[in-house]
């Protein structure tokens, strides 16, 4: 319809590009990871169980999710949740899933991470945690060996499925599952399961304390270690810098000396000359004057243009 001049845009066209838009934002992703989560926790025994332990082993799996190492200089940290998350499968089976995806949100929300990565990196874990604890009860292998496998494997793919199809902004301080040191955990997390087995769950609840403040240890000198290579990786970073700066001084100072020189020399030469009313040779003075002004003028121009590329 045209009136006056006038296209009226249909209004098909706006359902369209506020889905896109809303696709586009990463919404989408995070849409179908809690739609799934939320699936996930009303499976048959997915509820929170009333059992004393529960609460306790809560609370160490919340630690879990806090506790993250970062492995090399500017690397994310990862968190070390395995070794919690496997003594919460083995006493409580699928109604520890509740247990990982609201410590995941709060943990999440300590760190300072905001925005829909929040609820994908709870929803992760508790899809992971769901799929290893089926698995896990469908393999004739150990219990705590399978879920392990399956859990730190489902995490690490699921954060490259994100890194893919998530466009929401990724904060530096969000937990980044590794594979390798997940794997390199789940001997170190059976432990807690070995002492329970033989005396009971008091002696569970100590073990995993102890365990988890061993790891506590552990984060804190590996991040340590890290901060330690990234402050001489920035030292060395500063030293170049200073040793290019010290060279470009150098070298601008060289540069500028000589024409210069010229210009101080062929103007005192052209005072003379008009002093003593030989004009023959003052234009050829004030050649070189030009000459020399023009390289000035191109060293100037090359060294704004530095500094524009380097801004």
Not at 56 to 70: E, K, S
Request: contains cysteine.
């Amino acid at each position: 319809m045209v009136q006056q001049g006038w296209a009226v845009e249909p209004n098909v066209s706006r359902p369209r590009r506020r889905l896109s838009n809303w696709s586009r934002g990463g919404l989408g992703y995070t849409a179908v990871v809690c739609a799934a989560t939320l699936l996930t926790l009303l499976l048959p025994g997915a509820a929170p169980s009333a059992d004393q332990m529960y609460a306790p082993l809560g609370i160490a799996v919340m630690v879990g999710w806090l506790l993250t190492v970062r492995l090399a200089p500017g690397a994310p940290g990862a968190s070390l949740l395995l070794v919690p998350a496997m003594t919460m499968h083995a006493r409580f089976g699928m109604s520890g899933v509740a247990a990982v995806a609201y410590t995941g949100i709060l943990a999440s929300l300590a760190r300072g991470v905001r925005g829909p990565r929040v609820l994908t990196t709870a929803g992760h874990a508790a899809l992971a945690y769901t799929a290893a604890h089926l698995v896990s009860q469908l393999t004739p292998l150990p219990d705590w060996t399978v879920f392990a496998v399956v859990f730190a494997t489902l995490r690490f793919g699921f954060t490259r499925l994100a890194d893919r199809f998530d466009r929401s902004p990724v904060h530096p301080r969000a937990e980044r599952p590794e594979l390798a040191l997940s794997l390199a955990l789940a001997p170190v997390g059976a432990l807690p399961l070995l002492v329970a087995e033989r005396l009971g769950d008091g002696s569970l609840l100590l073990s995993m304390a102890a365990l988890l403040a061993l790891l506590f240890v552990v984060r804190e000198a590996t991040n340590l270690a890290t901060a330690r290579s990234e402050t001489e990786a920035e030292r060395d970073r500063l030293q170049r810098a200073n040793a290019l700066q010290d060279d470009l001084i150098h070298l601008i100072t060289h540069e500028l000396r000589n024409p210069l020189t010229l210009v101080l020399s062929y103007s005192q030469m052209s005072r003379r000359a008009v002093q003593d009313g030989s004009m023959d040779n003052v234009p050829t003075y004030l050649e070189h004057v030009e000459r020399a002004g023009k390289s000035i003028q191109r060293l100037i121009e090359n060294l704004l243009q530095l500094s524009r590329l380097e801004r």
